[in-house]
Every structure is written in C-alpha cells, then in structure tokens.
C-alpha cells in the first residue's frame, strides 16, 4: 500500500520524467518484439525459397554410381512413419526424331526419358502445365494405351519446334518407339538446369521401353515433419541394401547452407544490437 502511495506521488511530482521512462520501456520492449518477429519471417521466407527452388523433397535414395535398383528393395518405405510422400522415378536418356510430312524421321535431339508417378509427382516438384492434356490432373494417363504419351518440357518443344499432338520417334533399347506429345510442362526448380530436354512419361511406360521392369533411378521423399530429416534418414540406411543410399538433395542442401549462414548471422547481429538499443533507451 505504502509502495503504490509513493509512486503515485512521485508520478505526480514529475510527470515528465514518468511519461518519458514508460515511454522509453515500451519503445525497447517494442524493438525487440519487432527484431524477434522480423527473424522469425526470413526464416520461414528463406525456407519456402529453398522449397520454391529445389522442390519438396526431403530426401532421396539413389544407388552408388548412378545405376538403378530393384523397386523391392524399398517397399518397406510404405511400413515407415513420418512419411508423406513416396515419388519413384526412372531415367533414362534417348533420341528422339520428329517426323516430316512423308512420316519419316526428320531431325534428331537428344533427350531425357523421365519416368514418373504423375499423382505422387506433383506434391514434390514445381511443374507448371503449360498446354495440352495435363498429367496432373485426377485421372492418372493411361501407361497401356496402343499410342503411348509423352510431355514435353517447355524449352524443348520451343528449341526442336515440338507442339501438342505431334507424333515422334524416340530410340531405346527396344527399338524405335512412337509416341504422341498429349502437353507441355514447365519447370521452376533451379535442378531443371541439370534436366534440360526432359520428356515426361509414366513410370511403367519408360520401364517398358528401357526393359528396366521393376527397376528405378531414385526414390525422392517428403516427410511430415522436416526436423525428423536425420532421424528418418538413418532408419532408412540401416534398411538399404549395400549399394543403396539414402541423402539429403545435393542442391537443397547446398543452397539451405549458402542462404541460412548469411541470414543467420545478419538476424543474430540484429538482435544483439536491439536488446542494446533497448538497454540504452530504458
């Protein structure tokens, strides 16, 4: 009783003074909150531009040098929790020959078959459909048709002068195959660099035409939570045969590493110098 007497007398006595040392511990109290909310959103900004970049996934498992792996060998991903997403995919490279007006092969590119499971697919990376039928939509395309169908990538179709509906000729280890351009895709993720000239196709059509029945190039994943990355990473390895691993995308981590170092420690510099600013001012 006696304590809220003499500070009421003395905010009386110098009003001034008081409303300046209320006003100087909400204006510290305000920097810091603002300082800590500022960090707080370049982290989530900085961590939807890795996603925006490099895709959704996780984690990636590929066997050593590059070669390909029996799909029976990672079913037990399906048993393990904390995973979201499961996108197997097949890649094989072939060339590919537009047709001229007699029904002959014209001119000749060298492309990339990318067999993928469209609906699995979509969730991980950031394709964009430009025209023509889109491989995204709920009904799956159809692996068993009589005219097998390929997606384009948008800057292939410009550089080979491809369109939607135009039948071409792709070489592979069965022989000459014909299939029908049904869209165009576009990617946005800074790995479509490394995948120029990308044709798009259904796992099981890819494996047919490649005679790799059952057999896939990598596995990418996307997990639930992203903090439970290394602990899930290791439950995998310890399951894979030897040849098998599992790893971080090389890109994602690269780029995470190079954009957090800086971010963290401007963000860290900031809040040092506002708890000063606080100090001082209170």
């Not at 006696?2 to 009421?8: N, P, Y």
């Not at 950031?126 to 068993?144: Q, T």
């Not at 890819?206 to 990355?229: A, F, G, H, P």
């Not at 390895?237 to 590493?257: D, F, H, K």
Request: net charge positive; glycine share 6%; with cysteine.
């Amino acid at each position: 009783m006696a304590l809220s007497r003499l500070s009421l007398r003395e905010l009386q006595s110098r009003p001034a003074r008081s409303l300046l040392t209320l006003l100087s511990i909400i204006i510290g109290a305000g920097a810091i909150v603002a300082t800590y909310i500022a960090s707080d959103s370049a982290k989530l900004a900085q961590r939807a531009m890795v996603q925006n970049v490099t895709g959704n996934a996780h984690l990636e498992i590929q066997a050593a040098g590059g070669g390909s792996f029996d799909i029976r060998e990672v079913l037990f991903l399906k048993e393990l929790d904390g995973i979201e997403v499961i996108s197997p995919s097949v890649r094989r490279y072939s060339t590919l020959a537009t047709l001229n007006a007699e029904g002959k092969p014209d001119r000749k590119h060298r492309v990339q078959l990318l067999g993928v499971d469209f609906q699995e697919d979509r969730k991980l990376r950031n394709v964009e459909h430009v025209s023509g039928k889109d491989p995204f939509s709920d009904s799956e395309p159809d692996s068993k048709s009589d005219e097998p169908e390929v997606w384009c990538d948008e800057g292939l179709a410009k550089s080979a002068g491809l369109s939607v509906g135009q039948e071409v000729k792709l070489l592979t280890k069965t022989g000459n195959q014909s299939a029908r351009i049904a869209g165009l895709l576009k990617s946005n993720t800074a790995a479509a660099a490394f995948q120029s000239a990308v044709l798009m196709a259904p796992t099981r059509t890819i494996q047919k035409w490649t005679r790799s029945v059952n057999k896939l190039d990598i596995v990418q994943l996307m997990l639930k939570d992203e903090k439970q990355v290394s602990a899930i990473q290791e439950q995998i390895a310890q399951r894979l045969p030897q040849g098998v691993y599992v790893r971080q995308p090389p890109m994602r981590s690269e780029l995470a590493n190079e954009s957090t170092v800086a971010i963290q420690r401007g963000l860290l510099i900031a809040t040092i110098f506002s708890l000063v600013m606080a100090g001082f001012i209170i």
